[in-house]
């Protein structure tokens, strides 16, 4: 069997000790992946991310793995091989979107490549020269995802990746996601159903801070997942 890519074994977080985020919280992760985390507000999604990112440090567990490697999640190491698109992100707002490119690909030590490819699909031509704080939520979102997809790190997080975007960027968003697994895994969080069905290998369905059920392969499909969530009304 190939060693999985990432592992996390019994992750408790908190915000405050009287409330649990997460709770005895376990996942694998394989290379060339797409795994989906789905749930309502306040299951956990978000703060998964955040651990991974090592923007949370209210945490304890049994261990963390990279690659069969155990590692500590603000390690330069690990932080070059992991990069987050979270759900807002109000960072480098003086920065245009090439300056931010071109400081992230040197941060991690990579030639800049061409993304004017990206740039197209995601209907951003207008905006790459603009700085972060004047764009529109939408547009500094796929500021920060045509930055994900050309940087290529071997674990991509995307937390709910599709708040934000029209229509034509969000299909070109479930191809971007799909195509992934020839560079590296996928780890992505949403509430909206659709995105997880058309893009992932795996599934999984967070409540209340835990991993309440997995889907894979064939059993992928809206009706199972509404079922896990046992709510239909609000997915």
Request: glycine content about 8%; aromatic content about 14%.
């Amino acid at each position: 069997m190939s060693i999985p890519l990432l592992t996390v074994k019994n992750l408790n977080t908190w915000y405050s000790r009287e409330k649990m985020a997460l709770r005895s919280f376990s996942l694998e992760l394989a290379e060339h992946e797409v795994v989906g985390l789905i749930g309502l507000n306040g299951a956990g999604k978000t703060t998964f991310m955040k651990v991974l990112s090592g923007l949370l440090p209210t945490f304890r567990s049994d261990g963390i793995w990279f690659c069969g490697r155990a590692i500590k999640l603000r390690e330069q190491n690990f932080k070059r091989c992991r990069y987050t698109v979270f759900a807002e992100d109000n960072s480098f707002q003086y920065f245009t979107f090439r300056e931010y490119l071109s400081y992230v690909f040197s941060a991690y030590r990579k030639e800049l490549p061409d993304v004017s490819e990206l740039i197209k699909g995601f209907h951003f031509e207008d905006y790459a020269d603009v700085l972060l704080k004047d764009l529109s939520t939408g547009n500094r979102k796929k500021a920060f995802l045509i930055t994900a997809f050309s940087l290529k790190p071997e674990l991509l997080l995307l937390d709910e990746p599709v708040n934000g975007l029209d229509f034509e960027s969000t299909e070109y968003l479930y191809k971007q996601i799909a195509g992934y697994k020839e560079y590296g895994t996928v780890l992505f969080s949403s509430h909206i159903l659709e995105s997880i069905t058309l893009t992932s290998d795996r599934v999984f369905v967070l409540e209340d801070g835990q991993i309440r059920q997995a889907f894979e392969g064939g059993q992928i499909n809206a009706a199972g997942i509404r079922g896990a969530l046992c709510y239909e009304n609000d997915i």
